[in-house]
């Protein structure tokens, strides 16, 4: 069933596609450089990008480990 008014939300860039890059983008600046990213991110999703930038938090007391 199409639910008028609903599908600008859905797909590539979509509005909820440009949230998830946006938040996906700030979790990546809190725990690189931006010359890191460059070198590891190219794929913000993939394997090398989240275990290098994607995997931190900034402290204990916030989930850290």
């Keep these: 069933m199409h639910q008028p008014g609903l599908s600008h939300a859905f797909g ?3 509005t909820l596609d440009r949230a ?3 938040d996906v983008l700030e979790r ?3 725990n690189c450089t931006d010359e890191e990213i460059e070198d590891f991110c190219a794929d913000p ?3 090398e ?3 290098h930038c994607g995997g931190r938090t900034s402290s ?3 989930g850290g480990r």
Excluded: N, W
């Design 12 to 14: 590539r860039d979509g």
């Design 20 to 22: 998830v890059h946006k």
């Design 28 to 30: 990546l600046r809190a």
């Design 45 to 47: 999703t993939s394997e």
């Design 49 to 51: 990008c989240l275990k």
């Design 60 to 62: 204990p007391a916030q």
